[in-house]
Nanobody
Framework: QVQLAESGGGLVQAGGSLRLACAAS????????MGWYRQAPGKQRELVAS???????NYADSVKGRFTISRVNAKNTVYLQMNSLKPEDTSVHYC?????????WGKGTLVTVSS
């Protein structure tokens, strides 16, 4: 069974940094796309950043210049370095991994940014 395990969420003050990690297990092939989504209370889930296996990353406008996504293909692992965090970044962050015929979600990790 394919699973994604997220780590790295927590509480941080505005202007601080956090690094999220997501590791896939139960799969031997490389995911085509890995990325991060987030969902704040009362809002829809939205894309934060994504990256294809050997391509350039894609970012939401709200995080450009502050967040950096990276992946280690050999480990099917994806990271999200979040700098200059703002209170409006507070949300549950979900890891996502996709390939043809496969779309997997992690359980989510909470990021809370205090003002």
């Amino acid at each position: 069974q394919v699973q994604l395990a997220e780590s790295g969420g927590g509480l941080v003050q505005a202007g601080g940094s956090l690094r999220l990690a997501c590791a896939a297990s139960g799969v031997t092939s490389l995911f085509g796309v890995m990325g991060w989504y987030r969902q704040a209370p009362g809002k829809q889930r939205e894309l934060v950043a994504s990256v294809i296996s050997y391509g350039r990353p894609n970012y939401a406008d709200s995080v450009k210049g502050r967040f950096t996504i990276s992946r280690v293909n050999a480990k099917n692992t994806v990271y999200l370095q979040m700098n200059s965090l703002k209170p409006e970044d507070t949300s549950v962050h979900y890891c996502n991994a996709r390939s043809p015929g496969m779309n997997v979600w992690g359980k989510g990790t909470l990021v809370t940014v205090s003002s």
